[in-house]
């Protein structure tokens, strides 16, 4: 995770915004006099607005953060308005689950006011937030939203590539064909079970299960993903735990160090979520702790309710992708590889345009959206390469295709590395290396086998000829510059 390419090191500086962003939030809370439940739904109303805003622009980006309180805002007033009504709260809670998915399909605007909506009414359970508290809770994200939109649009403008969504543009569908409709209805009937068995559990904390089960359906989109998503989060949400026994219960709640750690949770969450969740996890659990330690409310026994839950979560989302409206993992493993090479071609041309000479060719963008891209492809392939699959050939087949489409990646970065380079010139042999990359990505994408190169896409994806390889091996771009 720490060795994972941070290209232009945009992880590590949107993850520093991100501290700033939040801790900026909190601070402006306080100093306004807020009470400490508004002061901490503030905080997490900042970091929401950071994580889940990802359009493409800078533009659209604003925009989407200025709609955040549309969104949460009359989920905030419901969500206190019927703490003590558990029927209502309820049902309202489950409304909110299934319209917080179904927007998904409207790409990442309705992504994060989805997600937004979603974590308002959730917020308000875990602070056990009550009807008189609303004119300060909207204070407090009013504030959180200025503080985060100045930091994120004016003090330090970070330009990241807009993440991949879960399924990519390729599947579309319609009615119950498309992939965010049965997400949608899949994560509903689990979030009900869950609400239900976790309260069984706790009267007061059973939010958790119905937490996990939403978190587990965020950014997957088959059910081979969303159930290794799930082994992910009880395996982060165990370390977590763990962690809170060593780090926050010995705090006590103390304000000063607790809320340093909380400053390096939120640097981990985002530092670590494009790579590993369960490393991410690791980082959400410990700061739950750490809040509830503030709350003063911490001690063994909850943090283990907590496990509890979250198993609880996971188990639903599992069955719920098993048995309800199941979505395959093989169309959407093939879409995103497909991408991820159309985007090695991309930065290829681009550097071949750079070194020909051409200012305004950059790779750079490309180089940025192809590490994102095998993200979204590993997180595709994740079942089939799991230690728990059964099945054998086709994980020897899947790992094949990540160490192939990594080749690629390590290729185009020194590929880039040289365009970056001013005094690199063109150099005939290189031109060459990058034809045959181009042309090898359109012998591999060709839609039909029959078409040309459709033996190779095959090889690609592991079906015959193993010995064919993705990128030819003359590219050696690495031995020098403009060298071959």
């Not at 700033?20 to 997490?44: M, R």
């Not at 069955?319 to 090695?344: E, F, M």
């Not at 963008?365 to 994102?372: C, M, Q, T, W």
């Not at 079906?463 to 690495?478: E, K, T």
Request: hydrophobic share 50%.
């Amino acid at each position: 995770m720490f060795v994972a390419p941070d290209p232009g090191l945009l992880r590590l500086r949107t993850s520093l915004r991100a501290v700033i962003g939040v801790g900026l939030a909190v601070l402006l809370a306080e100093w306004a006099g807020l009470s400490l439940t508004a002061s901490i739904t503030g905080g997490l109303a900042a970091l929401l607005a950071l994580f889940t805003v990802t359009d493409p622009t800078v533009r659209a980006q604003a925009t989407t953060t200025l709609l955040l309180p549309a969104a949460g805002f009359p989920v905030l007033a419901l969500a206190t308005t019927l703490h003590g009504v558990t029927l209502l709260r309820d049902a309202a809670f489950l409304l909110v689950v299934l319209g917080g998915v179904y927007a998904r399909r409207w790409g990442p605007r309705g992504h994060a006011l989805g997600i937004f909506a979603f974590m308002n009414f959730f917020i308000t359970q875990f602070l056990h937030a009550v009807p008189g508290q609303l004119p300060e809770l909207y204070a407090a994200v009013g504030i959180a939203l200025a503080a985060t939109g100045a930091v994120r649009f004016v003090l330090w403008p970070v330009e990241r590539r807009t993440p991949p969504p879960a399924v990519p543009p390729a599947l579309p569908g319609t009615g119950l064909a498309r992939v965010t409709t049965r997400q949608a209805i899949q994560a509903t009937a689990a979030c009900a079970v869950a609400l239900s068995v976790g309260q069984i559990l706790s009267e007061d904390r059973w939010y958790w299960a119905v937490g996990t089960t939403w978190w587990i359906f965020v950014n997957t989109a088959s059910r081979g993903e969303t159930l290794v998503r799930g082994f992910r989060r009880v395996l982060g949400t165990v370390i977590g735990i763990a962690a809170g026994m060593l780090i926050a219960i010995p705090l006590h709640g103390a304000p000063v160090p607790t809320a340093l750690l909380v400053a390096l949770c939120v640097f981990g969450i985002f530092y670590t979520a494009p790579v590993s969740y369960s490393w991410m996890m690791l980082a959400v659990t410990v700061m739950a702790g750490l809040l509830y330690g503030l709350l003063g409310v911490l001690d063994p026994a909850l943090l283990v309710l907590r496990l509890e839950e979250t198993a609880v979560g996971a188990v639903c989302a599992a069955l719920s992708v098993v048995l309800i409206l199941p979505v395959t993992t093989h169309a959407t493993n093939d879409a995103w590889i497909q991408r991820a090479l159309h985007c090695v071609r991309a930065a290829t041309s681009a550097s071949l345009r750079r070194l020909s000479g051409e200012p305004g060719a950059d790779p750079t963008p490309h180089a940025a959206e192809l590490e994102l891209l095998l993200g979204r492809v590993r997180l595709s392939l994740a079942p089939l390469v799991h230690p728990l699959s059964p099945y054998r050939a086709r994980k020897a087949r899947a790992r094949r295709v990540i160490a192939l489409l990594d080749a690629c990646a390590a290729e185009v970065r020194g590929l880039v590395s040289v365009a970056a380079d001013p005094s690199a010139g063109h150099d005939a042999r290189l031109a060459a290396a990058c034809w045959r990359v181009e042309a090898a990505v359109e012998a591999l994408t060709s839609s039909e086998a029959e078409r040309p190169g459709g033996a190779e896409r095959a090889c690609l994806l592991g079906r015959s000829r193993p010995h064919c390889r993705v990128l030819p091996p003359g590219l050696g771009v690495r031995r020098g510059r403009g060298g071959s």
